[in-house]
């Protein structure tokens, strides 16, 4: 089947760094993107890696490993305004085509 | 350039009645996907539609159906509603799945409570 695990809940202060991981097991894998999601808002596309290596995009950067089906979203200089829900998704591949398959979800606190 | 627009944002719908949502994907947008997001299972996928046929499907059963039309925009339809079907529901669109740059563009959703 298909599977993502993120951990649910992670907490941090203003100007601090935090790494959201993602460990997923898909039966295809095309690339591992990352979303943003405020509490009432739509899911905001932030990054994807669809090789091996770390792909930097202002404050924000992710990671993925294929051979270890692992990757992760790196917050720096973290603000208030970056408190929200963070969802790891996967270009997936199952018997009717390709589909996005989500992570659970991580919620980020940011403290003051 | 207009974002992803769904309608109705919010309704209240009575078991065993059935309800149509509508989604406008951005301009020049062929591909529309919709989710079900619920706090429990977070965001699943329900189907997928390219130029107007359906390419891909999620584990959901029939009542939920969906539909593309000639210019992109979609519906889908619930049929005789559950209280387990209340979740958000979302609209994502992209030029042609996203296969390339793994970005989709979300509407804001359409949230459902069955009573």
């Known amino acids: ?112 | 350039k207009a974002g992803v627009t769904q309608t109705p944002r919010y309704l209240i719908k009575t078991r065993g009645q059935q309800v149509t949502l509508s989604c406008s994907p951005i301009s020049g947008h062929r591909s529309v996907s919709w989710y079900q997001q619920t706090p429990g299972q977070g965001l699943q996928f329900l189907f997928e539609y390219f130029s107007e046929t359906q390419r891909n499907k999620g584990n959901f059963p029939g009542r939920f159906s969906g539909r593309q039309f000639s210019n992109s925009r979609s519906e889908m339809n619930v049929s005789t509603l559950e209280l387990g079907d209340s979740a958000l529901y979302l609209c994502a669109s992209s030029l042609s799945g996203g296969e390339s740059t793994g970005e989709l563009f979300f509407g804001e959703g359409s949230r459902l409570t069955v009573l």
């Open chain 1, 1 to 112: 089947g298909q599977s993502l695990e993120q951990p649910s809940e992670v907490t941090a202060v203003e100007g601090a760094i935090v790494q959201i991981n993602c460990t997923y097991q898909t039966s295809g894998f095309y690339g591992l993107s990352w979303y943003q999601q405020h509490d009432g808002g739509a899911p905001t596309f932030l990054s994807y890696n669809a090789l091996d290596g770390l792909e930097e995009t202002g404050r924000f950067s992710s990671f993925l490993s294929r051979s270890d089906s692992y990757g992760y979203l790196l917050l720096q200089e973290l603000q208030m305004k970056d408190s929200a829900s963070y969802f790891c998704a996967v270009r997936d591949r199952d018997n009717y085509g390709q589909n996005f398959v989500f992570g659970p979800g991580t919620r980020l606190s940011v403290l003051p």
